[in-house]
């Protein structure tokens, strides 16, 4: 699980919380905007807020930004740590884990769309704060991976950021009428496992 942030006021505090409204707003205006060009007042108005409202949760617009990808990785960490529970082989863990997170990255949500979205160039700090939530769920795989019966000498760091960069590149080539998100991993996998016998 992915450690909470804390870049916002504890939602339990008032009787008109707000935040997933906001939270929804702002994964929705970052994903067709891009962070650059998302307005703050923009982001309040699609939560039915005002403008103002809006800092008694944040400090600025890296803060939310850093929200939402806090709340995408915990929904993506949620769905990939309940595919592990009932598997013990390495390969079917592995195929469970990418199947997982393919799905998250699939559906259409909002939130993952802004987690695979390249980081933003001009706010060194968000990008910073963004690297680190990031890696902290790939560490997941990194576990993956090391569990994996490979050569002794196999390049896991190489194999590990291959099949993530394989996985967020699926948006731009994934249709609903192809294959299922299952039906990639296990082709992922597949590949790896007749690559160790070539």
Known sequence: MVAAAQVYKDPSVGR???????????????????YAAASMRDIAARAGMKAGSMYYYFASKEDLLVAVHEEGIRRITDA??????DTLDPWQRL?????????????????????????????AAARRRLIALRDEYEFIFHRLVDELPLAPDAPRRHLRLMLLGAMNWTQNWYRPEGDSPRDIAEAFVDLIRKGENI
């Open 16 to 34: 008109d919380n707000k935040l997933p409204q906001l939270l929804d707003s702002a994964a929705g205006h970052f994903r067709t905007e891009g």
């Open 95 to 123: 195929q469970a884990a990418m199947s997982a997170h393919l799905d998250a990255l699939l559906d259409g949500g909002d939130y993952a769309q802004v987690v695979v979205r390249e980081l933003p160039r001009g706010d």
């Open 80 to 85: 990939v740590s309940s595919a592990l529970l």
